[in-house]
């Protein structure tokens, strides 16, 4: 979608109270629309998916127009790294839903996840080739509420360490690698 601008999301910030925005795929929005969204916006659901063109600093920079957020997704935000996940996660305690499919995040960002944002039910970390079983550990741990958790895709995550975390989080749902649902064992 290139009819999206900066200019138009600015102009929707300004003159609207905006609870739900999807620009996902809006290659023509650039950091500036961030500086808007921060100041005039106050999300309750935010989709960025596969906004190439947006530095993980702008992300960050809106976070305070994300603290009544329930649902975001960040997925294939190639400039999106620990460190905006880690100022978003401070934000966004309320969130119940979050893609972070396809992100160059580390073990740092589930900690971040696990210790603010309790309330999280559903993560989408499809394809997120750093995480390893330690981080959602520390995911699991603060983040009680969750149900389900795509790790399709995941390189360090094996079945024994699915196991696990189905053993201690029996009502969650996580799929493997492959997308199938994990079970723990008898």
């Known amino acids: ?52 063109t947006v530095s993980g600093t702008a992300v960050a920079r809106c976070a305070p127009a994300l603290e009544h957020a329930r649902q975001l997704s960040l997925a294939k935000c190639d400039g999106v790294d620990d460190a905006a996940l880690a100022v978003l996660a401070r934000h966004c305690r309320v969130l119940q839903e979050l893609d972070v499919s396809w992100l160059d995040i580390t073990d740092e960002s589930l900690a971040e996840l696990g210790e603010h944002c309790a309330s999280l039910r559903i993560l989408g970390a499809e394809g997120c080739k750093l995480v390893t079983c330690g981080g959602l550990l520390s995911l699991v741990r603060g983040c009680t509420a969750l149900v389900h958790v795509n790790l399709a895709w995941c390189d360090r995550i094996d079945d024994g360490d699915l196991q696990t975390l189905a053993r201690i989080m029996p009502r969650t749902e996580f799929l493997d690698y492959y997308g199938v649902v994990v079970t723990r064992e008898a």
């Open 1 to 52: 979608m290139d009819t999206i601008t900066d200019h138009g999301i600015v102009a929707l910030c300004v003159k609207t109270k905006l609870k739900v925005l999807s620009i996902s795929w809006c290659s023509s929005i650039t950091d500036a629309a961030f500086d808007a969204m921060a100041q005039f916006a106050s999300f309750e659901g935010l989709a960025l998916r596969s906004l190439s």
